[in-house]
Nanobody, 126 residues
């Protein structure tokens, strides 16, 4: 069993940067591919970014490439999502997800993931 706890969300202005963290319990974090997803009010969950268990492979939503960066620190059992140039349309609950995987490429399909955090709210004001 893996528990995921997100942090770092908040209220920011347009153009600001924010870094989200997702801390994982357990001693096998280095075996897990990780993903970030978001869900805006009244909308479906949307893929943001994912990273392989080693951190050597990443996958981004096309619309977010260049503004968002995912990284993984296996020593700290933490995955990060660095967000720049935030826009009001980035407002959503951001959740991290994990899957124990030896596959090299982290998937964008939420059904691929086994464990989910509760999410952290990001609100970008105009």
């Amino acid at each position: 069993q893996v528990q995921l706890v997100e942090s770092g969300g908040g209220l920011v202005q347009t153009g600001a940067s924010l870094r989200l963290s997702c801390a994982a319990s357990g001693r096998t974090f280095h075996n897990f591919a990780m993903g970030w997803f978001r869900q805006a009010s009244g909308k479906e969950r949307e893929f943001v970014a994912a990273i392989s268990r080693t951190g050597g492979s990443t996958n981004y939503a096309d619309s977010l490439k260049g503004r968002f960066t995912i990284s993984k620190d296996n020593a700290k059992n933490t995955v990060y999502l660095q967000m720049h140039s935030l826009k009001p349309e980035d407002t959503a609950v951001y959740s991290c997800a994990a899957r124990n995987s030896r596959s090299g490429y982290p998937d964008s399909d939420p059904s691929w993931y086994t464990y989910w955090g509760q999410g952290t709210q990001v609100t970008v004001s105009s």
